[in-house]
């Protein structure tokens, strides 16, 4: 098969209100479901006014086990899109450029990895005096944390700042970089291709309308769950001091897993539970405001959650944090949930996610779910489904990839890839032939798959 980040857009709504679904759009639904084809990846452009016949044939279980269709929310992404800055008459041209990011076709440049910004790096500069708990940054920054925290709120306030004064330094990078690009590494071929720029300018360099750039965030679930678990352990409880929580976190909570223990018992994230959504909301609203600011005329950067698979490397990388996760485990992946946190079913990670302001996260982000194919191999079950994302994109969800393949198979597979060579699961923004990917990748999505993420 071929480039696995090309998408074929599905559907949507067209300016006199119709909808898009044709006779074509429902061959190339049933080739792909019938040659199980992992690429081009099918972006469904879901909306209230679809047919139920379109909406049954895009949640079947052919599909859902090579992690297909896509589904985004058509006026939730129009929404972001609008927040974006997007003029309202000419907000339904909008597609999806390839994995997840929303763009303007023709007229847009997206650069969907400007920049990469692991949260856990701002919430170690504030509980440790300024440094990381590993290793040394050779920065001087402006911010200087209080010798004494009174309460969680504090915490927060700092992580911020550190995170403003560092997303500053990595964007005047960013466009340090674009601009050398565009003069010494134009490509003259993609610049003619947009429209709506200045006349004979590079595609980093104005010669596009919109030059749109995705700030990544990783791991902001992660510090959210971990300020969250601080409030509740260090603060409300008083359980232990923060001084214990941090020695605890730097020594990967060798001999300390009854504090660990604690840390997770505290509310997460992914369970619809008020105290860990609310967090993740108050974080998300704060860094989404930060890029919206350091935004220039030229350049509109734009926050997300998209990580891909990356999550697992970078988790790899780096040490414990101080929402109970050892070092070298995996970072919470896209806008989903900590691997295994999740313990209250569907509906209440999709209440978690839709805490988010995600109208605001317009660089694009997903939502993976597991969800076994046999679930939805009958029609109330499908219906159910169906009501399940139709609710989710109502309450301002973007997006939602679904794996459907049963976890007995995908260990079966480890053990076995000759035998699985056809094996296609969602990925991030795409799919790909399970047994392809690297041993780690595979065990952390059986992993989240057993918690239904």
């Not at 170690?124 to 009174?150: C, D, H, I, Q, S």
């Not at 700092?158 to 004064?165: A, G, H, I, K």
């Not at 409300?236 to 018992?265: C, M, P, T, W």
Request: aromatic share 8%; with cysteine.
């Amino acid at each position: 098969y071929g480039d696995g980040a090309c998408a074929v857009n599905l559907g949507g709504v067209a300016p006199d209100g119709k909808d898009m679904f044709n006779d074509l759009t429902r061959m190339i639904i049933r080739i792909a479901a019938r040659l199980q084809m992992p690429s081009p990846i099918l972006a469904a452009r879901i909306h209230p006014g679809i047919r139920k016949d379109d909406f049954d044939l895009l949640t079947t279980p052919e599909l859902f086990r090579i992690g297909q269709p896509s589904f985004y929310g058509e006026f939730a992404c129009r929404k972001a899109l609008l927040r974006r800055g997007v003029a309202e008459n000419v907000v339904e041209r909008w597609a999806v450029n390839s994995c997840m990011g929303l763009i303007m076709p023709g007229e847009e440049f997206s650069d969907m990895w400007a920049v990469v910004f692991t949260f856990l790096l701002p919430l170690e500069l504030a509980l440790n005096n300024g440094r990381p708990f590993n290793g040394v940054m050779n920065l001087k920054l402006r911010t200087v944390p209080p010798l004494e925290y009174r309460d969680a709120d504090e915490i927060f306030a700092t992580v911020m700042s550190y995170t403003r004064e560092l997303l500053e330094l990595l964007v005047g990078e960013h466009q340090r970089v674009n601009e050398w690009e565009g003069r010494e590494n134009p490509d003259p071929y993609l610049s003619a291709l947009l429209s709506g720029g200045k006349t004979g300018c590079d595609r980093l360099l104005g010669g596009s309308k919109y030059h749109t750039a995705n700030i990544d965030a990783f791991a902001l679930v992660n510090v959210a769950d971990a300020l969250t678990a601080i409030d509740h352990v260090v603060f409300k409880h008083r359980h232990y001091s923060l001084a214990e929580v941090i020695d605890a976190v730097k020594d990967n909570f060798d001999g300390q897993e009854a504090l660990r223990l604690e840390l997770l018992a505290a509310p997460k994230y992914g369970n619809g539970n008020v105290m860990g959504d609310r967090t993740v909301a108050k974080i998300s609203d704060a860094f989404a405001a930060i890029v919206r600011e350091i935004s220039t005329p030229e350049i509109t950067y734009m926050p997300s959650f998209h990580t891909l698979n990356a999550h697992v490397g970078c988790g790899l990388g780096w040490g414990a944090s101080a929402d109970g996760r050892r070092a070298g485990e995996p970072f919470a992946k896209n806008v989903g949930p900590m691997q295994g946190r999740n313990r209250s079913g569907l509906t209440a990670l999709l209440q978690s996610a839709s805490a988010v302001g995600q109208e605001f996260f317009y660089g694009g982000q997903a939502l993976d779910l597991h969800v076994e194919a046999a679930l939805i191999g009958n029609p109330t079950d499908r219906a159910k489904f169906q009501a399940a994302l139709q609710t989710y994109f109502e309450q301002g969800g973007l997006l939602v990839q679904v794996n459907g393949l049963d976890v007995d198979t995908l260990r079966q597979a480890v053990d076995d890839p000759e035998a699985f060579g056809d094996l296609s699961v969602r990925v991030g923004g795409y799919s790909a032939r399970f047994v392809t990917l690297p041993r780690e990748i595979q065990l952390e999505m059986i992993e989240r798959f057993k918690h239904n993420t």
